[in-house]
């Protein structure tokens, strides 16, 4: 395995680590805002945006470990 690969796989890991937490700490400012002055359309905001990051999480993570399976 080359220096280049290496490389590649830790900026992979790397990159789906800060996105992971990216979306926690978003999510979370979210939920702060939402507690803050509670109505049904900041709890929909909330819920919506969690639940699509995390769908996107899932699926890219995924999508990365079939393709270190493959290498």
Known sequence: MDAVAVVRIALGVISDR??????????FG?????MWDP?????????LFS??????????????ERSEKTE
């Not at 109505?39 to 819920?47: G, L, M, N, P």
């Not at 639940?51 to 990365?64: A, G, P, Q, R, T």
Request: charged share 15%; hydrophobic share 50%; net charge positive.
């Open 18 to 27: 800060l996105l992971t937490i990216l979306g926690l700490s978003l999510s």
């Open 30 to 34: 979210l939920c702060c805002w939402t």
């Open 39 to 47: 109505k049904y359309e900041r709890v929909i905001v909330v819920a």
């Open 51 to 64: 639940i699509y990051s995390y769908i996107l999480l899932i699926k890219m993570e995924s999508k990365n």
